[in-house]
């Protein structure tokens, strides 16, 4: 679940998509949602398989692009993907039926079935847990920072055992909402340690079987054989597509394989609920409150929202190079399920405009909104550009929503290129002397020329557009970085980084054998190279000497490390 402010969607070149004509689409409609897929849909890209649900039937699926580029097989509407945090409506399901058994409570301290949990002064429950609201550190952030890799095999002991070591929380519970991946894992131990049953076992038994789900499965051992399963891929910086899997075998958090075929099924769950009732469906949409009385947009692995003025029920998925969206208008009986094995994809906004086109003219006379255009790619014509002018768009941009978030762009001869903080650098091409979009993908970016020719300002347009300001570079001398050289320990990751100075900043070599590069913004103060060390700040000790490294990443805050032998 790696951080997307700049998660980019692939564009690729089209055969025809694998579809079931419906009854309930005209074929415009139909050719207008096959538009939005088509460039996806080659021997040699990775895709999309795409369901609608209205009232209860699957009135369209399709597939574009390959599930496996290796074995040149297609998906369909039967192929399986890992859905990410898709799965926790499913995590927050079996803690449910468990509470309507009398076996836990939603306010019970998830103390009382995780006696290894520190004690943080102010219990934790098991609601604070599916609200995300405990202030417990996200346990993805953590181990990435221990060194872990995705496709390093990790195990459930090996989460709780970081969880179990943190000291010190995000925040007090039930004062603030951060999503954190680490309660719903936590979930899938409650629900084992209550029951002697795996969450696989327990969700197979008492809501996949129920609900004839049978292409959909928890999988909690990375070796397993699955039949019709995707394989993920994301782009490598030789233009080529890699395989982007985990083999991290925990789950609650994420961990679902499943089809859009099966996601119907779950879906209809919601109108006619079979699992649990009408209770428990009542309870999955009842919004978490803080301590203080707001109410949020977040309930129970699900989130609300409004689209066009029409609310709307949804939860996205991202882990590896997966992507997912299930999303829902319940007023309307209409759903929509986007599997991607592209980690360049962006099934949420591609959801969004599917819904658009299929409600078209039937939108109720209170929809405020505009419909979002049909064309989800910004212009991808290539013009002829002077590169010297490029020059004076070198640099580093801070988004104005986002400071520490960067947007460095270089260029190498008649070629130009864009890097954003944490990800990796792609190339972007010219449609005019002040806009450029990413190549392949669904991304663009203006520059705001001053009279001169210089640019302080850029926008990104990515599902909105964001702007960037300039960034005047912090300079520090050599001498002035050695006073951070030296190795700092967490004895809550249990992991030390060695620091050394390279260039105009600091590598942070973990004791994995990982390095980051650390670029320093303001004294005491440096961004990283990869988005699990993206902001560090470093405090003096009471003689001024450098004590200890702090590192924050959205979901992980102020976690210390202790510099050895200051």
């Known amino acids: 679940m790696k951080p997307s402010w700049y998660v980019f969607l692939l564009a690729a070149i089209a055969t025809a998509p694998h579809n079931l004509f419906s009854q309930q689409l005209t074929k415009a409609q139909v050719a207008r949602i096959d538009s939005l897929f088509t460039r996806y849909d080659r021997q040699d890209s990775p895709g999309y398989a795409l369901g609608i649900y209205r009232g209860g039937k699957l009135i369209y699926s399709a597939g574009y692009g390959m599930a496996d580029l290796e074995h040149a097989v297609p998906i369909t509407p039967q192929t399986r993907f890992d859905i990410g945090s898709t799965s926790k409506q499913f995590t927050a399901t079996a803690l449910l039926l468990l509470e309507q058994e009398g076996k836990l409570s939603l306010e019970d301290d998830v103390r009382k079935y995780i006696p290894e949990l520190p004690d943080y002064g102010k219990p934790i429950t098991v609601r604070h847990l599916l609200n995300h609201t405990s202030g417990l550190r996200d346990y993805i952030g953590l181990m990435s920072m221990s060194g872990f890799d995705i496709d390093d095999v990790t195990t459930s002991e090996d989460a709780l055992r970081v969880i179990a070591r943190q000291r010190a929380l995000n925040f007090e519970p039930g004062t603030e909402h951060l999503y954190s991946n680490t309660g719903y894992f936590l979930g899938a131990v409650l629900v084992e340690r209550v029951t002697g049953k795996t969450l696989r076992e327990f969700a197979a038994e008492r809501i996949f079987a129920p609900l004839g789900m049978a292409q959909t499965t928890y999988v909690d051992d990375h070796t397993e054989v699955l039949q019709d399963r995707a394989i993920a891929y994301s782009p490598g910086g030789d233009d080529a597509w890699h395989r ?323």
Request: proline share 6%; net charge negative.
């Open 244 to 566: 982007d899997v985990s083999y991290w075998e925990q789950n609650g958090d994420g961990g679902i394989f499943t089809s859009v075929e099966d996601l119907l099924l779950w879906d209809e769950n919601f109108f006619h609920p079979t699992v649990g009732g009408e209770k428990l469906n009542r309870e999955l949409l009842r919004r978490g409150v803080l301590d203080n009385g707001d109410t949020l947009d977040y309930s129970l692995g699900l989130m609300q929202s409004e689209f066009m003025g029409i609310p709307v029920v949804s939860h996205g998925g991202s882990w590896g190079g997966y992507r997912a969206e299930l999303m829902r208008i319940p007023s309307e009986h209409l759903s929509v399920a986007l599997l991607s094995n592209c980690g360049v994809s962006n099934p949420s906004a591609a959801a969004e405009r599917v819904l658009a086109i299929v409600l078209g003219s039937s939108l109720p006379p209170s929809t405020t909104s505009p419909l979002p255009s049909s064309d989800p790619l910004p212009p991808t014509t290539e013009v002829a550009f002077d590169p010297t002018l490029f020059d004076a768009y070198v640099g580093d941009y801070a988004l104005d929503l986002a400071p520490d978030f960067v947007l460095t762009f270089r260029r190498d001869g008649d070629r130009y290129y864009s890097q954003a903080t944490g990800q990796q650098e792609l190339e972007i091409l010219p449609s005019s002397d002040s806009t450029f979009f990413l190549k392949e993908i669904n991304a663009s970016m203006t520059f705001h020329r001053e009279k001169e020719g210089s640019a302080q300002t850029v926008t990104l347009h990515q599902g909105g557009d964001y702007t960037a300001h300039r960034v005047v570079p912090f300079k520090i001398d050599a001498g002035a970085l050695l006073v951070y050289t030296g190795e700092y320990y967490s004895d809550e990751l249990e992991t030390t980084y060695q620091l050394a100075p390279e260039g105009r900043g600091l590598i942070a070599m973990s004791s994995r054998g990982d390095s980051v590069l650390l670029t320093p913004v303001d004294t005491d103060r440096f961004v990283g190279s990869e988005w699990f060390l993206q902001e560090v700040e470093f405090e003096r000790g009471s003689e001024g000497g450098v004590a200890a490294m702090v590192v924050s990443v959205g979901r992980v805050k102020n976690l210390r490390f202790l510099r050895k032998n200051p």
